[in-house]
């Protein structure tokens, strides 16, 4: 695994102490040359994403954090990825992106655009922290649970066609090599950020051949770490399980689509995806938004109002400063964020309040000490 | 008699060509200008072929669910009820059983018991898997068990446990294929008395159940590499999404939302998209929208007060019935129901057969009881079906007898017997 993964993996470790506030008291001494600035490509995106990726710039600038934005234009109902967009990402290594809309197909078929970014940079793993925030209310208490789903293959393959009409396959492809990759970076997250737990989720009594050999790579990856626990459940096993007990989850590592579906129901019950951090990794690139995907872009009233959540993209974005290797930045506003949180005062619809997006980044900016 | 001949010819035309019987009745009563003439073909009815009637009169029944909102009602419902009347009260209807495996033998004993002190006139065939594979279905189900389902059109089926392995066919998925069992029915409510975290569940998931992603064809193309077939059919998808809106229909619900994932997969999801927009505008009074899955699992946890009637293809159906199952308190408690072409239905209780406990007299039979309630209600026989289950939500809410699942410590017979005094 490249260096720049096990400091990203690393860093995540802070993020999961959800319940206490931090304050370091360990010196960073930096290398000469360390303070300079880090481009990061932005990604506005659609519907609410600029609302939000607006609100991380700011409370960027008012921090005077070491980065600045280089910002591309993409729409999800463009054809394809714009041109110097990805050339750019290769370059700085590090994105900070806003939902992207994918239209529901007109009889066409736009591909989505955030899949085929993913693709196209290989960010094999999506990661998604969902932990009750204190001071937010939900119905469960006790959850913190990090999904990590498989991003490139599985059933977002893309691989489709019409047999005869009224008839259409779907390929679902599973290789073991982005099975065991996908395990691999599963265990060594939840060793380097001290979990006890890996749980598969699957459905291999029905897929047999696919889903038992995503099952059969993470059993060969777990026994070769004996101090991580090791089960594996069934997918609608799994969902009743999240909404009845989800204080017995820990990692989960998953295949694409039940990922999507896990991670979405696990940000819902701690909370809402309003406030979930999360990313996308590979070997050499990262790619931070909003954790789970759903709502994303948001409804067209949330736009017109102004008050999106932006709280899952600073969270994100504090995920991002530890990948830049800017720790104490990251602590300052992840503290921020989460005294925001927890005094109630100032929250977004989704979170039962009335606050507009502004309100919120100006509320978090005050707060940064 | 002319008339006797006549009506004969009738009955086998009628045989032979279904529900073109209540048509050519009409045309009887009207052309001999009597409405009393119904009579004296009770009468024959009686001297001929009770059974004929019977058999003829479940079809109907059966039947009924694809032609609730026929032309021929008036006298095509007198009929009915008067060969329903008959039938009743001199022939048991007879419904196959399937105990299961593990506690399934307990609670099946359990849903006779309350039946019979309901006066639920149903003679139960019983059948039970076999101990090894079965050569002409392939699986551990036998061929006498499937013959007596098609037969019989209505069961009731115990958890069963698949034995793992390769080389036979899961026993829900034989049963699944050989009767064609195309959608299934599970409804989702909070029960009063039973706490959860979630109080306001009332939702019906209706999941397609023969194809999609759990059609069984998958391959390995080179070492390493495996592919599974996901298939999406306009017919499977048509039917069931006519099922659903029927249904919404035929119990007052307001509201259908299909879920899907067709922006990701565009071709498969978006057919079965398709199929329910045209279902859709059929029904112009029932509120129709698409969510795609993962807003769905989110909008559940947060709000599920917020859905009514959902439909969906294989997979994310059973996700979602199972997430809904696990709102209202698990798998124990909930019922479910497969409907068949040609009016089968298929009650199962969902969850698994428990070996731990089997034998032990602790099992629940709160998910088998509902489902008999749901194959009573699909038989029409209404009065009993809302006297059972106002006895079990009785039962529950009291809290006085629960079984251990539910947090209480009655034993099955205890929890049976309670109920029996409710009703």
């Not at chain 1, 459905?203 to 594996?232: H, R, T, W």
């Not at chain 2, 009815?45 to 009637?53: H, Q, W």
């Not at chain 2, 209780?349 to 406990?357: E, K, Q, R, T």
Request: net charge neutral.
């Amino acid at each position: 695994m490249s260096r720049r993964s096990i400091s990203l993996l690393k860093n995540l470790r802070n993020i999961t102490n959800g319940s206490k506030i931090q304050t370091r008291s360990v010196t960073y001494m930096p290398r000469p040359g360390d303070g300079k600035p880090r481009p990061v490509t932005l990604i506005p995106g659609d519907g609410v994403g600029p609302l939000v990726t607006n609100a991380v710039e700011q409370v960027m600038e008012a921090m005077h954090a070491p980065v600045y934005f280089e910002p591309f234009e993409v729409h999800g109902d463009m054809k394809s990825l714009p041109e110097g967009l990805l050339d750019s990402i290769k370059k700085n290594k590090v994105c900070l992106k806003g939902g992207l809309k994918t239209p529901l197909p007109v009889g066409g078929g736009v591909s989505s655009l955030n899949v085929s970014l993913r693709k196209e940079l290989d960010l094999f793993a999506s990661l998604v922290n969902c932990f009750n925030l204190p001071g937010l209310a939900s119905r469960h208490e006790n959850v913190d649970i990090v999904v990590i789903r498989e991003n490139t293959e599985g059933e977002y393959a893309g691989l489709e066609h019409e047999v005869v009409p009224g008839v259409v396959e779907s390929l679902k492809v599973i290789t073991k090599f982005c099975s065991e990759r996908i395990a691999k970076y599963a265990f060594e997250y939840a060793y380097l950020n001290n979990r006890k737990k890996v749980t598969a989720v699957h459905k291999a009594n029905i897929m047999k051949l696919a889903d038992g050999l995503f099952l059969e790579s993470c059993q060969e990856v777990a026994k070769k770490y004996p101090s991580i626990a090791y089960n594996e459940i069934i997918v609608d096993n799994c969902c009743m399980q999240l909404v009845a007990r989800p204080e017995q989850f820990d990692v989960m590592v998953t295949p694409n689509l039940y990922g999507n579906l896990v991670a979405n129901t696990a940000a819902g019950i701690a909370g809402g995806t309003g406030v979930m951090p999360g990313g996308n990794v590979g070997a050499e690139y990262a790619v931070f938004e909003q954790g789970a995907s759903a709502g994303n872009v948001g409804k067209d009233t949330t736009e017109e109002q102004k008050n999106a959540n932006p709280v899952a993209l600073l969270l994100s974005s504090a995920m991002m400063l530890r990948h830049l290797q800017f720790p104490s930045f990251a602590d300052r506003l992840e503290t921020a964020v989460k005294r925001v949180i927890s005094e109630g005062k100032c929250r977004t619809e989704d979170l039962g309040g009335n606050s507009t997006t502004q309100e919120v980044v100006n509320a978090v900016i005050a707060n940064l000490d | 008699m002319d008339l006797t001949g006549r009506f004969h010819n009738l009955f086998i035309s009628g045989l032979v060509s279904g529900e073109s019987i209540n048509v050519n009745l009409f045309q009887v009563q009207r052309s001999k200008k009597s409405p009393l003439c119904l009579f004296p073909l009770c009468v024959l009815l009686r001297l001929e072929a009770i059974t004929m009637a019977a058999f003829l009169a479940r079809r109907l029944i059966g039947n009924r669910s694809s032609q609730i909102l026929g032309t021929s009602s008036s006298s095509s419902g007198a009929f009915i009820s008067v060969a329903r009347a008959f039938s009743s009260s001199t022939t048991p209807i007879k419904a196959t059983l399937f105990p299961g495996d593990g506690i399934g033998p307990e609670i099946a004993e359990s849903v006779k018991q309350v039946f019979t002190a309901a006066d639920v006139a149903i003679d139960w065939d019983e059948h039970f898997v076999g101990t090894e594979v079965d050569p002409r279905t392939n699986s551990f189900l036998t061929w006498e068990s499937l013959q007596s389902v098609l037969k019989h059109k209505v069961g009731l089926k115990g958890p069963m446990a698949t034995p793992i392995g390769k080389g036979h066919r899961s026993l829900n998925l034989t049963l699944r294929k050989e009767l064609n069992l195309y959608a299934n029915v599970r409804p989702c409510y909070s029960l009063p008395g039973y706490k959860t975290r979630y109080d306001d569940v009332d939702l019906i998931t209706i999941r397609e159940n023969t194809e999609g992603e759990y059609s069984g064809l998958e391959h390995q193309v080179v070492k390493g590499v495996v592919e599974s077939i996901k298939i999406i059919t306009r017919k499977a998808s048509m039917r069931v999404a006519e099922y659903a809106f029927l249904y919404a229909k035929t119990h007052g619900r307001k509201k259908v939302s299909a879920i899907h994932k067709a922006n990701i997969m565009q071709k498969t999801d978006g057919l079965f998209l398709q199929c329910c927009d045209e279902v859709a505008r059929k029904y112009p009074d029932i509120e129709y929208e698409k969510v795609v899955i993962d807003n769905c699992c989110m909008m559940l946890v947060k709000n599920p007060a917020l859905f009514d009637v959902l439909v969906m293809p294989n997979l994310y159906g059973d996700i979602i019935s199972d997430l809904c199952a696990g709102l209202v308190g698990g798998l124990g408690l909930t019922p479910s129901c497969n409907i068949g072409e040609d009016g089968i239905a298929l009650a199962e209780a969902v969850h698994g057969s428990a070996p731990d406990i089997a034998g032990k007299n602790l099992a629940n039979p709160t998910a088998l009881l509902l489902s008999g309630v749901m194959m009573l209600r699909h038989l029409k026989l209404n009065k009993q079906a809302e006297q059972i289950h106002s006895a079990i939500i009785n039962t529950i809410a009291e809290g006085k007898y629960r079984t251990a699942d539910l947090g209480g410590t009655s034993t099955t017979t205890d929890f049976t017997k309670a109920i029996c005094d409710h009703l």
